[in-house]
């Protein structure tokens, strides 16, 4: 018999072959002979889009016919990655696709590379929405992504005279195929102006909001499909524009050009993602950025609800709402304010809903990060929920008065209103306040919000505090970043590791077979070679793929003190200077990673490492020995090839300051060894590889807080330790900035005199524990058994762990599985 398969959903590679050309010609309206490669990407993108649209809204429908409850993860930032190949890999069409673009006479690759990420985030926290939402959709759990859809993402970055430069990331200037915009669901969302009291035809006192704007927010949604299952789930970022009735009033008066400004201040809200991670900017864009969203997605699912027939009193039974960090948090006052402004709920049932509905998940304990919004501003954006937040805390206030009785100290540290000097918003406190829910993100994480910032919290709500350990999702982070090391695992121990990533644990009895040890040598050094192609094409600079690659990549922060790394290579430069002949291990210092633009220390820390390689690299004592690199632009889409190409993984905070780390699992699941602090997850990290496959230093978080208690003195440490005098001493000569003495005198005096971060304090123990790793590396049969170790033994470290605990424990959900109808 004869079988026509359709264009837009058959497999066979004749198939295949038919709907890239189809869509090239009628999408890209372009002849094969004068097609781009961004022409054929495209072509290719909407090939393996039409091949997942029938898993989507079959999703959708099924989640609406079966009212099931559904996960709605909010968050300011989804760092999702290049979607293209993750597709083809959870498709399970990759094979297929890259024999149908070979014969075109296409290069896959080269394809491929064309798509420009979302960058949507700025570093740990937007991607670990991303590994999320993958492991949601893979698990079968109903879920949606609520963000905002930047028009311009985090900045690409350059580096010119060892500087970084921030260029805009136009990634939607030749078009987004991922997405479907939904004008259709568009919702209206009001800023400003001012409320007052009216009296409702039953005599009921209400209260109505007359705010000064009103904007328009339209939903754009990303298909995320699950890994060899059917289900796809949504993405739905929004998009700001102006309502048309405004422009309308303002161009019958005349005012063409009012009318027009207009549209370009209410399209300014989603214009631009923050680029600061970890440091506080309470600026009014970013205010209406987040209410904008939240209240955008809050529209959206009581819109949902009430489509299937059900009435809000059930609404916290359908929709588990989880509050990425406090971005989203304002959602609390404005579910409030929906339901009993909009929809006329008494105080009492509203707030039982919102309650049940949200969790909170905390990411940091840097104070400075934390988010508080002046009185002010809020009152003059936001002025019905400012309303809402004072009601919300005198009736915490109350509760808590009668558990503490007259302890004004005790209710001053917990209002959401903070009084100590200028007044502010805490949206940490509105976050715990309306959850039933609070989480931080590792155990050392959880332990110490329990104990500093969130403490009186903790007190008076023991039962809301969990832990949940973060985790990476191992089809980006191993099956599509590192399908050499994929192939030889899958060849001894079978596939299904890759949704059960405990299973990596049978690898544990191959550490002795010396064949196998051979080949994950072999293929460890294929990827340092990839990987030294890229940075000589990147850099110029000339690497030996044979050296320990030791990298450090991560956003560029003082607590993560890539500058500790950087004194550690001046230490190592002085000891080869003054021994030329010294028998060390080669090493490749690799960074990557951006700073925040407005962060002045965070980027003459980049230049400090830029200007030490260029000294080093071209030193002819040094020979191979060290190379220095700073790889430009670190993003999802650079990170792929270098955590499998990584022999030591750097994580190296101030013990107590980084909330889990995420890197630090890539690394290590892609056979990197680990040197690092007790801090974040690095703790169950080695717990779970074992203390002697890690190589652990520095100062406990314990022992930091002691240190600061008695008073810590850098120059104490400076003066008495030649080593770590001498490296500062070379910084302070001018010898790597062309004798300039006042460049890194920030950095220098900085250290010298405050050290906030405690990296004279840990600098010794440091060196020697990379004293012991270059030791280590030089038995390479055991090295390599501590790699395969260390990735045996990370199944903990899965997003899916992660997910299941968060569906147990927090949110209540099931899988519910798709069915295919044909
Ligand atoms: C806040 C207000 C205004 C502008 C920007 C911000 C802002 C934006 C991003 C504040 C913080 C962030 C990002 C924080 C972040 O990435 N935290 C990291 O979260 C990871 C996932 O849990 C952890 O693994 C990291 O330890 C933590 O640093």
């Known amino acids: 018999s004869i079988v026509v398969e359709d264009d837009r959903t058959g497999l066979s590679i004749t198939t295949l072959k038919r709907a890239i050309a189809d869509n090239l010609f009628y999408n890209q309206g372009k002849f094969p002979t004068i097609a781009s490669k961004n022409d054929y990407y495209l072509a290719l993108a909407y090939t393996v889009r039409d091949r997942l649209v029938h898993h989507w809204l079959n999703t959708v429908q099924t989640y609406l016919k079966q009212e099931v409850k559904v996960v709605c993860y909010l968050s300011a930032e989804f760092l999702m990655g290049p979607h293209l190949n993750n597709n083809l890999i959870n498709l399970g069409i990759e094979s297929r696709i890259r024999q149908a673009v070979e014969e075109l006479g296409l290069d896959f690759q080269e394809l491929v590379d064309q798509e420009e990420e979302p960058g949507l985030g700025n570093g740990g926290l937007g991607r670990l929405a991303a590994c999320y939402l993958d492991s949601m959709a893979t698990l079968e759990i109903p879920a949606i992504g609520y963000g905002i859809r930047y028009e311009f993402g985090i900045f690409d970055q350059e580096?010119?005279?060892?500087?970084?430069?921030?260029?805009?990331?136009?990634?939607?200037?030749?078009?987004?195929?991922?997405?479907?915009?939904?004008?259709?669901?568009?919702?209206?969302?009001?800023?400003?102006?001012?409320?007052?009291?009216?009296?409702?035809?039953?005599?009921?006192?209400?209260?109505?909001?007359?705010?000064?704007?009103?904007?328009?927010?339209?939903?754009?949604?990303?298909?995320?499909?699950?890994?060899?299952?059917?289900?796809?789930?949504?993405?739905?970022?929004?998009?700001?524009?102006?309502?048309?009735?405004?422009?309308?009033?303002?161009?019958?008066?005349?005012?063409?050009?009012?009318?027009?400004?207009?549209?370009?201040?209410?399209?300014?809200?989603?214009?631009?993602?923050?680029?600061?991670?970890?440091?506080?900017?309470?600026?009014?864009?970013?205010?209406?950025?987040?209410?904008?969203?939240?209240?955008?997605?809050?529209?959206?699912?009581?819109?949902?609800?009430?489509?299937?027939?059900?009435?809000?009193?059930?609404?916290?039974?359908?929709?588990?709402?989880?509050?990425?960090?406090?971005?989203?948090?304002?959602?609390?006052?404005?579910?409030?304010?929906?339901?009993?402004?909009?929809?006329?709920?008494?105080?009492?049932?509203?707030?039982?809903?919102?309650e049940k509905s949200f969790g909170y998940t905390n990411h940091t304990l840097l104070p400075e990060a934390l988010e508080k919004w002046s009185l002010e501003l809020f009152n003059r954006l936001l002025p019905r929920h400012l309303e809402i937040i004072y009601e919300i805390n005198r009736r915490f206030l109350d509760r808590v008065r009668i558990k503490y009785p007259q302890d004004n100290d005790k209710l001053a540290r917990l209002s959401l209103i903070d009084e100590t000097g200028a007044r502010y918003v805490r949206m940490a406190h509105l976050a715990c306040v309306g959850s039933h829910a609070i989480n931080g993100v590792a155990e050392l994480h959880t332990h110490l919000l329990q104990q500093t910032v969130l403490k009186d919290f903790y007190q008076l709500f023991p039962e809301k505090f969990s832990n949940k350990t973060n985790g990476v999702t191992p089809r980006r982070w191993?099956?599509?970043?590192?399908?050499?090391?994929?192939?030889?695992?899958?060849?001894?121990?079978?596939?299904?590791?890759?949704?059960?990533?405990?299973?990596?644990?049978?690898?544990?009895?191959?550490?002795?077979?010396?064949?196998?040890?051979?080949?994950?040598?072999?293929?460890?050094?294929?990827?340092?070679?990839?990987?030294?192609?890229?940075?000589?094409?990147?850099?110029?600079?000339?690497?030996?793929?044979?050296?320990?690659?030791?990298?450090?990549?991560?956003?560029?922060?003082?607590?993560?003190?890539?500058?500790?790394?950087?004194?550690?290579?001046?230490?190592?430069?002085?000891?080869?200077?003054?021994?030329?002949?010294?028998?060390?291990?080669?090493?490749?210092?690799?960074?990557?990673?951006?700073?925040?633009?407005?962060?002045?220390?965070?980027?003459?820390?980049?230049?400090?490492?830029?200007?030490?390689?260029?000294?080093?690299?071209?030193?002819?004592?040094?020979?191979?020995?060290?190379?220095?690199?700073?790889?430009?632009?670190?993003?999802?889409?650079?990170?792929?090839?270098?955590?499998p190409a990584a022999d030591l993984s750097e994580q190296i905070s101030t013990a107590g300051k980084e909330a889990s780390g995420t890197g630090n699992m890539k690394f290590s699941l892609n056979g990197a060894l680990t040197i690092g602090t007790l801090d974040g997850a690095n703790v169950e990290i080695r717990e779970e590889v074992g203390a002697e496959n890690f190589f652990l230093f520095g100062l406990t978080a314990a022992e930091v807080q002691q240190l600061k208690t008695k008073g810590y003195n850098p120059r104490d440490y400076y003066n008495s330790n030649p080593q770590l005098k001498a490296a500062i001493d070379l910084i302070n000569s001018g010898f790597f900035s062309h004798g300039d003495t006042e460049l890194f005198k920030p950095l220098t005096e900085s250290l010298l005199n405050y050290d906030p971060y405690l990296l004279f304090a840990d600098y010794q123990s440091y060196i020697d524990c990379q004293k012991k790793v270059s030791q280590a590396f030089r038995d390479r049969a055991n090295w390599t058994k501590m790699s395969i170790l260390n990735v045996a033994r990370m199944g903990k470290f899965s997003s899916d762990r992660a997910i299941k605990e968060y569906c147990r424990d927090i949110w209540n959900v099931a899988p519910v599985p798709i069915e295919l109808e044909d």
């Not at 009921?204 to 298909?223: E, F, M, Q, S």
């Open 478 to 643: 191993m099956v599509l970043s590192n399908p050499r090391l994929t192939k030889l695992i899958c060849s001894k121990i079978g596939d299904s590791w890759i949704k059960n990533l405990d299973e990596l644990r049978k690898l544990e009895q191959f550490v002795d077979d010396s064949a196998f040890c051979q080949q994950w040598q072999q293929i460890k050094q294929e990827v340092k070679q990839d990987l030294a192609i890229r940075i000589r094409q990147r850099t110029g600079i000339i690497v030996n793929p044979n050296s320990l690659f030791d990298i450090q990549a991560k956003r560029i922060h003082e607590y993560k003190r890539q500058h500790l790394n950087a004194l550690h290579i001046i230490t190592l430069y002085n000891c080869l200077k003054q021994n030329p002949n010294l028998d060390v291990i080669p090493r490749t210092f690799i960074f990557g990673g951006k700073a925040a633009p407005g962060y002045w220390m965070a980027k003459l820390m980049i230049k400090l490492i830029n200007s030490v390689g260029e000294i080093v690299n071209q030193d002819p004592d040094i020979c191979d020995r060290m190379k220095v690199v700073f790889f430009p632009d670190y993003n999802v889409t650079n990170a792929q090839p270098i955590y």
């Open 159 to 354: 580096i010119r005279d060892g500087w970084q430069v921030e260029i805009t990331d136009k990634w939607l200037q030749y078009g987004n195929p991922w997405e479907i915009a939904r004008p259709e669901y568009s919702v209206q969302v009001n800023l400003g102006g001012h409320t007052e009291t009216y009296v409702d035809r039953d005599g009921n006192y209400r209260v109505r909001w007359l705010p000064d704007r009103v904007i328009k927010g339209i939903p754009y949604d990303t298909p995320i499909v699950g890994y060899q299952v059917n289900t796809a789930n949504t993405l739905r970022l929004w998009k700001a524009e102006a309502i048309e009735s405004f422009n309308f009033q303002t161009f019958n008066i005349g005012n063409y050009y009012g009318a027009v400004n207009e549209k370009i201040y209410s399209e300014n809200i989603t214009k631009v993602l923050y680029p600061n991670d970890e440091q506080l900017q309470g600026k009014q864009l970013r205010l209406e950025q987040q209410y904008f969203f939240v209240s955008c997605s809050l529209q959206d699912m009581i819109r949902l609800h009430l489509s299937t027939g059900n009435s809000l009193d059930t609404f916290d039974g359908k929709f588990a709402i989880q509050l990425n960090d406090t971005h989203p948090a304002i959602a609390i006052a404005e579910l409030m304010r929906l339901l009993i402004d909009e929809r006329f709920m008494d105080w009492e049932q509203a707030w039982s809903i919102t």
